[in-house]
């Protein structure tokens, strides 16, 4: 078990019967935060409570290297697997560093190891190592969040709590424990004091240990101290005892230092560069044998030494002792005697595991070849590990020199980046593409190459880049240059889905399928991908079931984790959207939604909800389409080009079906100049075929025809989907344009390819597009079975019955109850409601509703604060009935309250993710229909302007 989960023993430790109770009476609560200064008896108290009540306890020691979130999710994951039964699931690791995926991720991760972890205590050491700021506290927020009854999370520093787990001190889940309640009283410092001395074999009258007792104040290490100092010689023996902390360390090691023979000196100073000592450690990094002797002599001695369990037992120096040492260490040797102890520590500590002190360490002493080096051979583990911050923060720190002559750093490094900052990822993998030679090292040259092609698709920036690389494996093919059917099929399926990125109507693409298929079956995920961005898109299900049903078999089998089961989601998702399946397709969506937060796999999530916004849209759901567009647009904020093309593209959806043409002909446009951009023909012909629509509901047919020849041929070869496409919008436009007979044919031929192939287009037809055609294939008598299952699919009966007796309240083609403006104001209005700059700029804000509270003169400010308590006193309405309670939860987590993530708001308001999106979708055309009714009211009142 590595030290970083090593309890302290604490054989000797004194109890303390009154903090144990308060301790019995805090575990009611989920968390006990102790924050008091070094030396006041923090871990000693928890470990000797434990022992006490006999309680189960998992320990963990928080130091600098869990600014990186992996390192917290790697290390709980080997302590269950060391305590866990060999059945159980491995927990998931953090394998995509993606920002807006890694609470999610955590709030998961916690939540599935307490139901595995069979502990009463979870004990987080020293969390003062990191700052407040750190986003380490907010993964640990949410295991407080989840942790069950029966187990408690204490949290032992130098400081308060921070400002992270206010809303849980708010909520009286929390316990603070502060240096007051740890301060001895008289009797425990008379007990410690007795004990520690009797040890030492020191005798002390009543009249010493009452001064002794004054004199520190309730401190545990000054009253150790000053029986310390009373062994040594010299006048100053007792004196002193009520200086700060530092300051009686300094004074306590000076002496000991003084007084101490030169080998023990030695001993001290070198020994204090390993965070944590251990005998094989210290004969390794000393050159000699015996160290374990030594050891035991600084334990017998009280050299403020705490001995950590495990299989082989580790020491660690008391934190302000080590300090003193270190700063004594630089003070007395030169700059070459300091890089030599550093080395040499260095290699010991990476021959014990401890990589992140060994590069620390070689860091230091100035030697980057060596950390290099360690830097390289431990990137697979630390990646596999999910693990890439540190692997990016150790890169970062070496010099630019060493970054240029080594080619393997700039691989990893390009790895490491590849989903923080993809634009990074790129210049690293080029340069280690340049570097590696493809016929002197074949396997580097092509795990080069294989990142650089990932690279350049998550950056997005522009897919034709790939073109080169996909000439070089091409060439390699032919001259049959691959000696490794493995890595063959490995290369053969990331050229395939580079093609489709930047030129899916290739005619090599048919024939280097058959290839693929011929090779062997790889081991990740990466068929998968193929199976959606080739056989999906090109509308190939019988394939795409094939491979579907292929990786469901060996997921079944070897019971695959959480992203094993995220990508197979993908390709099952499409599939259900092409046949029409929208309800199959949203609950399937949900599922892959909710793993993408479990795997922190959100780079996906804006192309899934993509998906989510069609099956909204398919059936009319405007509001869910409003939310779903609303979350896009988060994601857009991180400058991916697809994730802004993305956006423009659902809100183009959504503006279409709420009658603004002309904003949905803005984001159309906007979509269809971005997927241009990124060079990728399959988006690019998508946006385009919705720009046709937009214009052909607008009545702009001159546009919607010139944009539909440009496209007329170029869909074809590329995607049967895309094509049934366009045959049913060159009917609708042909309808509308007065052709009948060029609208009949291309109605003919667009049903007869999919009811052949079981398709529904990709495009958005709206419902009235859809309905006009259907009763024209019916007047005609074509496919009248696909017609009527086309019918059913989109529920169009349905919608065509409710509109015989009820207005509609959905959106779709008829006119929405709430002008489809204030609704989007209304949404903004929400989402800014927390960030005064930005609610400045709704337009909700200069409305009659405002004005008509406030007056015509009232401040911005007054007028904000109108307009915050109109929007809440909305919100909160929907509270008092049964009917919209649950809209109510939804609103408040995602808005008033809001939670990080939507699943995160979700599970905040007891709901499953599903359920949690239709209220939420519910409750904001509540909101808006209520203060839409107070506009109209306020309008019909007020004075003419």
Request: glycine share 6%.
């Amino acid at each position: 078990m590595t030290t970083k989960l090593a309890a302290p023993k604490v054989e000797d430790a004194v109890a303390r019967p009154r903090l144990y109770a308060r301790l019995d009476r805090a575990r009611d609560r989920s968390v006990v935060w102790i924050g008091a200064p070094a030396g006041s008896g923090k871990s000693t108290l928890i470990a000797s409570y434990a022992g006490a009540r006999q309680l189960r306890c998992l320990w963990y020691t928080v130091d600098a290297r869990d600014s990186d979130p992996g390192t917290l999710f790697y290390y709980l994951g080997q302590a269950l697997r060391a305590d866990a039964p060999a059945e159980n699931p491995a927990l998931p690791v953090l394998t995509m560093d993606h920002p807006s995926g890694t609470l999610g991720f955590a709030h998961r991760y916690f939540a599935e190891l307490f139901q595995q972890l069979e502990c009463d205590l979870l004990v987080f050491d020293d969390c003062h190592a990191l700052p407040e700021t750190d986003r380490w506290y907010d993964l640990v927020r949410e295991a407080c969040e989840v942790v069950p009854a029966g187990t408690t999370i204490v949290m032992l520093s130098r400081s308060g709590p921070p400002p992270t787990l206010a809303r849980l001190i708010a909520s009286s889940r929390v316990t603070v424990f502060g240096w007051e309640d740890l301060q001895l009283q008289t009797l425990e410092a008379r007990q410690l004091a007795s004990a520690r001395a009797e040890r030492l074999g020191i005798e002390l009258a009543d009249q010493q240990l009452s001064h002794l007792e004054a004199e520190c104040d309730g401190w545990a290490a000054g009253v150790i101290l000053a029986l310390e100092c009373a062994r040594l010689p010299g006048p100053g023996a007792m004196h002193g005892v009520g200086a700060a902390s530092a300051q009686l360390f300094a004074y306590f090691a000076t002496e000991v230092m003084a007084a101490s023979p030169a080998d023990l000196r030695e001993f001290l100073l070198e020994s204090a560069f390993l965070p944590t000592m251990t005998a094989a450690a210290l004969d390794r990094m000393r050159g000699k044998q015996g160290h374990n002797r030594e050891l035991a002599r600084l334990t017998a001695q009280n050299f403020f030494v705490t001995e950590h369990g495990g299989s082989t037992p580790s020491f660690r120096y008391h934190p302000l002792f080590r300090d003193f040492l270190l700063a004594r260490a630089h003070e007395e040797w030169s700059e070459a005697q300091l890089a030599d102890v550093q080395r040499r520590a260095a290699s010991a500590v990476a021959e014990a595991g401890e990589v992140e002190a060994a590069v620390e360490l070689y860091l230091e002493a100035e030697d980057p070849t060596s950390a290099a080096h360690l830097i390289v051979r431990e990137a697979p583990g630390l990646v596999q590990q999910g693990r890439a911050h540190t692997l990016r923060a150790w890169i970062d720190r070496l010099p630019a020199e060493q970054m240029s002559a080594d080619a393997w750093l700039a691989f990893w490094a390009g790895t490491a980046n590849l989903a923080s900052d993809p634009s990074r990822a790129v210049e690293y993998c080029e340069r280690a593409y340049r570097a590696f030679d493809r016929h002197g090292a074949p396997a580097a040259f092509w795990m080069a190459w294989r990142a650089l092609a990932q690279a350049y698709q998550v950056e997005g920036s522009d897919y034709r880049r790939l073109r080169p690389l996909v000439e070089c494996a091409l060439e390699a093919q032919a001259q049959r240059a691959f000696e490794d059917s493995g890595l063959e099929a490995s290369i053969l399926r990331s050229t395939l889905l580079a093609i489709m990125a930047y030129e899916p109507d290739s005619p090599t693409l048919a024939a280097l399928a058959r290839d693929v298929r011929a090779t062997p079956e790889g081991n990740d995920p990466e068929d998968l991908v193929l199976a959606l961005m080739f056989y999906g898109f090109r509308g190939e299900l019988a394939e795409l079931d094939a491979i579907v049903a292929r990786w469901e078999r060996r997921i079944a089998r070897r019971d695959a984790g959480a992203t094993f089961r995220f990508w197979l989601l993908l390709p099952r998702v499409l599939r259900a959207l092409l046949r029409g399946e929208f309800a199959r397709a949203q609950a399937l969506i949900r599922d892959a939604l909710d793993l993408a937060e479990r795997t922190a796999l959100s780079a996906m999530t804006s192309g899934l909800m993509i998906y989510a916004a069609y099956a909204h849209a398919a059936l009319g759901e405007l509001p869910a389409l409003a939310v779903m567009t609303d979350e896009i647009a988060d994601i857009a904020e991180s400058g991916r080009r697809m994730d802004k093309a993305n956006y423009h593209f659902s809100s183009g959806i959504e503006a279409l079906l709420g009658r603004d043409h002309s904003r949905a002909r803005y984001h159309m446009q906007e979509a269809v100049v971005l997927a241009q951009r990124i060079g990728s023909p399959i988006a690019e012909r998508l946006h385009q075929l919705g720009l046709v629509e937009v214009c052909t509901a607008s009545g702009d047919l001159a546009t919607a025809r010139r944009e539909l020849d440009d496209l007329r041929g170029r869909v074809d070869p590329m995607s049967r989907v895309l094509a049934l496409s366009a045959r049913l919008l060159d009917a609708r436009l042909a309808l509308m344009e007065g052709n009948l007979q060029l609208s009949d044919a291309h109605l003919e031929e667009g049903l007869q390819m999919g009811a052949s192939h079981d398709l529904v287009p990709l495009a958005v037809p709206t419902r009235v597009t859809w309905s006009a055609l259907l009763s024209r294939a019916r007047e005609l008598g074509l496919a009248a079975e696909y017609v009527d299952s086309i019918a059913a699919r989109f529920g169009l009966e349905q919608a065509s019955a409710a509109s015989q007796t009820a207005p509609s309240q959905t959106g779709g083609e008829d006119v929405p109850r709430v002008p489809p403006n204030f609704f989007k104001d209304l949404r903004m209005t929400l989402r800014r409601l927390h960030e005064t700059h930005r609610l400045a700029d709704s337009p909700l804000l200069d409305s009659l509703l405002v004005e008509s509270i406030t007056g015509r003169d009232a401040t911005t400010k007054q007028r904000l604060e109108a307009l915050r308590t109109l929007v809440r006193g909305a919100v909160e309405e929907l509270a008092r009935t049964a009917r919209t309670e649950l809209a109510y939860r939804a609103l408040y987590h995602t808005y008033l309250d809001p939670s990080a993530t939507q699943l995160l708001a979700a599970e905040a308001g007891r709901m499953s993710f599903g359920t949690y999106r239709r209220h939420l979708a519910a409750g904001l055309e509540e909101v808006a229909s209520m203060l839409w009714i107070r506009e109209q009211a306020a309008r019909a009142t007020a004075p003419s302007r």
